[in-house]
C-alpha cells in the first residue's frame, strides 16, 4: 500500500511555465541570445537544468547562470498558480494519513513564497529543494529519512522525476500536467500516467484492495482491433493504461457471449458498430503493471471491420486515431494491444 508520496513541484502541483519562460529568456538575453517562445522553450528545456543551460550558454559556468535566474525571477512573466485540483488531492492525502514531501530543483526561497502564495506551504513534511540531479539525490534521501520503497511513490512531470523514482526503487507516476507530453514521459518508462491528480486520488482509493485482488479469479474481457474501409486499425488512449494506446473493450456481462459483448462494449467506448468479427487469440494478462491497478485478465482478441459512422468516445478515453498497422507500431501500446498487433500482422489476420 502506498503511504509517501514525494511531489514534484513545478508542472506537478503549480503552474509557473510562463514566468520561468520569461526568466530564462531574461537569463539568455543577458548573453546576447534570442528568446525562446514557449513552444521552443518546452521541446528543449530538459532536468536536470544544467544541460539545457550547457546547450544555450556553453561558455558560462552554470553557477552564474543560476544566479542571474535568481535574480531575474519572475521577470514579469506572471504569477505562479495551483494547477486545478492540486490541493484538494492534498487534502483527501492528508485525510488518509499519507506522508507528502517535496522534491524539486526550485531554490528554497522561492519554493517557500511560491507554496505560501498557493496556499500549499504546510502539507509537506519535508521539502527537498535546490536539487540539481533527483536521480542521484533521491535513493540517499529515501533511505534516510527511513521511508519504504515499496510504500512511497513520486509524482512528476518530466522524465527526470521518473528517473528519479526509478533509481530510488519507488512508484513512479508521470502527470500530463507540466512540462513534457506523453510521448516523451512515456520513453522513461513510468508505471503510472495520469491526466491529472485526480485520477491519482481515484487510484489510491482502489489501491489498498490490492492484496484482495490478488485472490479473485481472472475477469474475462473483450476487444477487437477495429479496421476501417482502407485496412486502418483504430487505436484509443486511455488513462487507465497508464496513458497508453490500445484498443476499444471491455468485461464481460454475465449471460453475454463474447460477441455480444465486444459489440456493446465496442458501441459505448467508440459509437461505431462493428461487422466480419473474427477470432485471433486468448491472451494471459496478469498484474499488468501498465494497468491503473492490479488486476488479472483474460483478454479475448478479435479483428472486426467498421460499419461506417464516426468515431464518439466515451469519457473512458483520452483520444482515438486511424492508423497503418506499420504507424500502428510506433505508438507507445500497452503491451497486451503490441502482442495483439504482432498476431495480426504475423498472421494475416484481417475481418
Sequence with gaps: MIKNLIFDWSGTLVDDLDPVVATTNAVLGHFGRDPLTREKFLEHFELPYTRFYERYLPEVPIADAAALYLRYFPEGGGKVVEIDGARRFLDAAKERGMRLFILTSVPQSHWE???????????????????????????GKISEVGLSPSETAFVGDMRHDIDAGHAAGLLTVATLTGYECLDRLSRANPHLVIRDLSQLSGF???????????????????????????DRVLLVRTAKWSGLWGIAGGKIERGETCIEALRRETREETGLEIKEIGMVCVQDCILPTEFHQEAHFLLFNYVARASGGKVVLNDEAEEFRWLSLDEAFEMPLNQPTRYLLEEVRGKGFLP
Design 204 to 230: 489510491l482509493e482502489t489501491e489498498h484492495v490490492s492484496s484482495k485482488m490478488r485472490s479473485e479469479r481472472p475477469v474475462a474481457t473483450v476487444g477487437a482491433l477495429i479496421f476501417d474501409t482502407e
Design 113 to 139: 513564497e511560491q507554496a505560501e502564495a498557493v496556499g500549499m506551504r504546510d502539507y509537506f513534511e519535508e521539502s527537498w529543494t535546490a536539487v540539481v540531479d533527483k536521480a542521484e539525490f533521491c535513493p
